[in-house]
């Protein structure tokens, strides 16, 4: 969250107003970085490309408030800031192609963009599971469009919801869909604990608990092999041969990156794109990366390059990277002005009637996991360590268990870099 | 600067308090408390805060 406000915009020259910023990417990280240009002294003209209908919204309620009916559009949309007004929206449309070196990109109207400057904020889209079997009633849950499509084929009588990937999405949803009384909710997963990955055995034993003594069921340690249904999803073979009956699906299963669009420019996209620790891109001062699109190195861990999406990372990189592409626009120097980017990552995910919050990286920690505070019954904080180094913190339980771990949270922003 | 706080969408996730620790604050039971005049230096970091608040709860008025 913070850790990345300690270089103010001294040294930014402000910009010419002539040149023009175009964003790629309509949501939150597009609305960001149009507010942090002008933050970081950006008179010229800045565009907002994109392919979603809607103005940038807020989406953890997806999997939540919306799939329960609860939230309509204009509790999720967020305020432009007075000092964006300016900002010109390009909705519906998308980038299709990019020409670097020239200073352009395509979009998929037939258009095409000249810049000066350009921010990568494409974002992501949900993987698909690639199986035999029909399409339809299988969902997935990225955009608003999708959980009102999901919501309405949750409300009926007797429904039966599969839910593949034990992840936080697919956790959250399966909580959201029992809240709604959905008659039968089971979880798949070939790992043998629910959010096992980025959270370590200890808490995935809790949260299995949880979620069991709470009506949803799991089938796990064991892959999705296809789909039974003629046109429309009745069913879900698993790896192991047992068939699941489903009326409804959804797929949670991590995404992908948006990057096709940048194809033929030299760039690294094997994950995202690759920024260096200024967010900038391909060596340029002119391209900069924002939210999870981003695979940029962070100076408080290892300096390994990785994606990370959390709700944190798009208002976190834009707020760096606006600075360092202004700075690169106006012949300011972008290594003085931002200094290297080294957010503390945050994370939070409400499911049922408990919260998990994590400050750190415990995935980097899952092989040494210590209770901190309380007990895994109950509320509970547990501290993840590399080499004795605490490196991630979660709260399990209520609002004070996340207070306990915010207590930490000093620790965490103090303790030295991890050697690489 | 006036700082304004809808209490209803409000849920004390706390980030507000890392970006602008002398305007908001936990309790021990872990319930938002904030000042809602809050001086005019404090700006940036209330507008930090109000960006990272996933309910974005937070106004600034003046």
Request: aromatic residues 4%.
């Amino acid at each position: 969250m913070t850790g990345t406000t300690t270089g103010k915009t001294a040294g930014t020259k402000t910009g010419t107003a002539t040149g023009t910023i175009v964003v790629a990417g309509g949501s939150m990280g597009g609305l960001r970085a149009a507010e942090q240009l002008r933050a970081a002294g950006w008179t010229g003209a800045v565009t907002v490309v994109g392919d979603e209908p809607h103005m940038p919204y807020n989406r953890p309620p997806l999997s939540k408030d919306v799939l329960a009916g609860k939230a309509p559009f204009a509790s999720l949309a967020f305020t432009p800031k007075a000092a964006a007004a300016d900002v010109e929206w390009r909705l519906g449309t998308k980038v299709v192609a990019a020409r670097l070196g020239e200073r352009t990109v395509a979009l998929d109207d037939g258009r095409t963009l000249s810049y000066d400057g350009l921010v990568v904020a494409t974002g992501m889209r949900p993987r698909r599971l690639r199986c035999p079997g029909p399409l339809a009633g299988r969902h997935t849950v990225r955009t608003l469009d999708d959980a009102k499509g999901l919501r309405d084929e949750l409300t009926g009588p007797g429904v039966r919801l599969v839910v593949v990937g034990a992840g936080f999405i697919g956790c959250e949803v399966a909580a959201t869909a029992v809240r709604l009384g959905v008659a039968e909710v089971t979880v798949v997963d070939p790992l043998p604990l629910p959010m096992v990955g980025p959270l370590g055995e200890l808490l995935g034993r809790a949260l299995l608990k949880r979620h069991e003594e709470r009506g949803v069921r799991f089938a796990l340690g064991t892959g999705v092999a296809g789909f039974r249904g003629d046109g429309r999803v009745t069913g879900v073979v698993l790896a192991d041969g047992r068939v699941l009956p489903a009326d409804v699906v959804v797929e949670s299963v991590g995404s992908v990156a948006n990057v096709e669009w940048l194809d033929g420019n030299g760039l690294d996209l094997v994950d995202g794109v690759l920024t260096d620790d200024r967010l900038r891109v391909g060596g340029r001062p002119d391209v900069v990366a924002v939210g999870d699109v981003a695979r940029f190195p962070n100076a408080r861990y290892d300096g390994v390059p990785r994606r990370v999406e959390h709700w944190s990372i798009p208002t976190d990189t834009a707020r760096h990277a606006a600075k360092a592409l202004v700075a690169g626009l106006t012949g300011a120097d972008a290594d003085a002005a931002p200094g290297p980017f080294a957010p503390l990552p945050t994370f939070w995910s409400d499911q049922h009637d408990f919260r998990l919050q994590s400050f750190g990286v415990p995935g980097l920690g899952t092989d040494d996991v210590r209770v901190l505070d309380g007990d895994p019954e109950g509320d509970v904080v547990t501290g993840y360590h590399t080499g004795g180094r605490l490196v991630g913190v979660v709260a399990l339980g209520g609002p004070a268990a996340a207070t306990a771990a915010a207590r930490y949270r000093a620790q965490l922003l103090k303790s030295p870099a991890l050697t690489p | 600067m006036k700082v304004v706080v809808d209490m209803n969408k409000c849920q004390d996730h706390g980030q507000c308090v890392f970006a602008a620790p002398d305007v908001f604050s936990l309790d021990d039971d872990g319930r938002l408390a904030y000042v809602s005049d809050a001086d005019e230096a404090l700006r940036d970091e209330v507008e930090e805060a109000a960006d990272v608040c996933p309910l974005q709860a937070i106004r600034i008025e003046g």
